[in-house]
């Protein structure tokens, strides 16, 4: 059975690891480096799970399979009032062993469900690396669309990948 909730500060361990695979096997998919994320201490992803006074909004969602953590999803709210009105959309990843079962889509629907109930919050935005055609059509099907292409995003040795950037209008008649 999935279950898909907020992590906790509890869940640092699963989490840290699940995102430190992610990195390792899709290096093209994230900006942050497996090499660079390893050598932070567990204590930072027990931060990034926490509630925070200083970012009540932000959360990390998991999707559990017997109790183990198989796909993570998190959304950051920027703080300054000029921007309060987005949230991005990051560290989207589910198990290899796991994908085609509907576990990302889960994951997604209940991301977006969760930011519609943030005060004030009126898009998500995310960056999906633009050859990434299965992650593209999540998103597309999820009601996010393209508005840009950032050429050579990343470059992971010596390869560049570009990466597409979306937007998810949460406002609006067809926002629920």
């Excluded at 640092?12 to 899709?26: I, Q, T, W």
């Excluded at 987005?86 to 290899?96: D, E, L, Q, S, W």
Aim: proline share 3%.
């Amino acid at each position: 059975m999935l279950e898909v909730r907020q992590l906790t500060n509890k869940d640092a361990l699963a989490y840290h690891e699940l995102r430190l695979r992610g990195l390792r096997e899709h290096p093209e998919a994230f900006t942050s480096s497996f090499e660079e994320e390893s050598r932070k201490p567990l204590v930072w992803a027990e931060k990034r799970l926490a509630h925070s006074a200083e970012a009540p909004y932000n959360f990390v969602l998991g999707a559990l399979a017997d109790a183990r953590l198989i796909g993570i999803v998190g959304v950051s709210v920027e703080p300054r009032a000029k921007i309060r009105h987005k949230g991005t959309v990051f560290g989207m990843y589910v198990a290899p062993e796991h994908a085609g079962r509907g576990v990302g889509q889960r994951l997604l629907t209940a991301c977006i469900q969760r930011a519609r109930g943030i005060p004030g919050l009126e898009q998500l935005q995310l960056t999906v690396t633009d050859s990434n055609a299965r992650a593209k059509t999540l998103y597309e099907k999820a009601g996010f669309r393209a508005f840009g292409l950032e050429q050579d995003a990343i470059k992971v040795g010596e390869q560049y990948f570009h990466k597409c950037h979306m937007t998810l209008d949460l406002r609006g008649a067809d926002a629920g």
